[in-house]
T-cell receptor
Framework: LAKTTQPISMDSYEGQEVNITCSHN???????ITWYQQFPSQGPRFIIQGYKTKVTNEVASLFIPADRKSSTLSLPRVSLSDTAVYYC?????????FGAGTTVTVRA | DGGITQSPKYLFRKEGQNVTLSCEQN?????MYWYRQDPGQGLRLIYY???????QKGDIAEGYSVSREKKESFPLTVTSAQKNPTAFYLC?????????????FGPGTRLLVL
């Protein structure tokens, strides 16, 4: 299964857009990409999932280029409550691989 | 409220002792999972179960055991064979037993060694 690589940390300010890129160079045809958010001492929470192109929901967008070797989670107009760790997950029916997570800190 | 509960929130283990972490879900999900989380690392899969009375080893199953006698429950035992058990343990469930299914996580149990 594809190994996932994410930046360790990112800083932002309230109202800005935050883009987190995950690299998964060896992604396979049947792999999906999912992003989770985790607050300290809590379990992760599902944000968004995609296979190719662009997916958007009420909280985020996920951009996946044609070669699928990376994906970018976009958080529009972040607030202080978006400070958390964000995990990229590549998975198929039989295996899964979580990235090490990106700590996003939003400042006032 | 539907969801996943884990207990206890904190657990202390003495050397040579087995301890059991509880995980219960009322989402009527078929699949359940146990993960271990260490500081600065992602989640690593310990065991998973796609249906009752069936479970498979994940990437780091050594020193752990599980059972799945009921759909709602998936307890994890950390045995004395696990030499470095201090970590945050997360239980999750999904509607079906495919890894690309959305997983719903419990609040976690933090295990510390005395």
């Amino acid at each position: 299964l594809a190994k996932t690589t994410q930046p360790i940390s990112m800083d932002s300010y309230e109202g800005q857009e935050v883009n987190i890129t995950c690299s998964h160079n060896n992604i396979a045809t049947n792999d999906y990409i999912t992003w989770y958010q985790q607050f300290p001492s809590q379990g992760p929470r599902f944000i968004i999932q995609g296979y190719k192109t662009k997916v958007t929901n009420e909280v985020a967008s996920l951009f996946i280029p044609a070669d699928r070797k990376s994906s970018t989670l976009s958080l529009p107009r972040v607030s202080l409550s978006d400070t958390a760790v964000y995990y990229c997950l590549v998975s198929n029916d039989y295996k899964l691989s979580f990235g090490a997570g990106t700590t996003v800190t939003v400042r006032a | 409220d539907g969801g996943i509960t884990q207990s206890p929130k904190y657990l202390f283990r003495k050397e040579g002792q087995n301890v059991t972490l509880s995980c219960e879900q009322n989402l009527n999900h078929d699949a359940m999972y146990w993960y271990r989380q260490d500081p600065g690392q992602g989640l690593r899969l310990i065991y998973y179960s796609q249906i009752v009375n069936d479970f498979q080893k994940g990437d780091i199953a050594e020193g752990y055991s599980v059972s799945r006698e009921k759909k709602e429950s998936f307890p994890l035992t950390v045995t004395s064979a696990q030499k470095n058990p201090t970590a945050f343990y997360l239980c999750a469930s999904s509607r079906r037993g495919h890894y690309q299914e959305t997983q719903y996580f419990g609040p976690g149990t933090r295990l510390l060694v005395l």
